[in-house]
Structures are given as structure tokens and as C-alpha cells.
């Protein structure tokens, strides 16, 4: 209960690798539906790592993550930090 009570705030940074990944593609033409998975590495790196900010306020957090590492393999795609943001309930 004690989050419950008032506001905090948390920095840190986090690590994660992919374990695998695939994509479904529907469509519809003439009239049925043609489905399609593929698994395949997209050139994605495997390690993410990153920075975390959070802020809490009651039951209420927000928090932001930014990707140090490149979203994708180097020469394969364009060169991105994944940014990402949302609401914790």
C-alpha cells in the first residue's frame, strides 16, 4: 500500500535479447482471405540495452525507455534508436 501514498521516481537502464520473431500478413483477394507468417530475423539486432526513466504518482506510473543500441543490424537498415513511451496502471 505504501505506493499508494505518494510520489517516486526511478532511473536505470535495462538489457534484453531476442529470442526469435516473425510477422502475419492478411489480405484479402477476390474475396478470401490469404494468411501468411514469416519468421524471420528482419535484420533486427538480437541485444537491446537502454536507459529507463520512470515517475509514479499513487497507483499511476510513466514511464520513457531510449534504446542505446542501433534497432537495427549495421549496414542493413537505416540507423535508429528505438524510443518508447507509456502508462502504467
Not at 18 to 43: E, L, R, T
Not at 59 to 71: A, E, H, R
Not at 77 to 85: E, H, K, V, W
Amino acid at each position: 500500500k505504501y505506493y499508494r501514498r505518494g510520489f517516486r521516481i526511478g532511473v536505470g537502464g535495462f538489457a534484453g535479447y531476442k529470442i526469435g520473431s516473425y510477422a502475419k500478413y492478411v489480405a484479402k483477394i477476390d474475396g478470401d482471405k490469404k494468411k501468411n507468417k514469416d519468421k524471420n530475423s528482419f535484420f533486427i539486432n538480437n541485444w537491446r540495452y537502454g536507459a529507463r526513466l520512470q515517475l509514479g504518482f499513487r497507483g499511476t506510473d510513466i514511464f520513457v525507455n531510449y534504446d542505446m543500441s542501433k534497432l537495427f543490424v549495421s549496414g542493413k537498415g537505416p540507423a535508429l534508436n528505438a524510443f518508447s513511451f507509456g502508462i502504467t496502471l
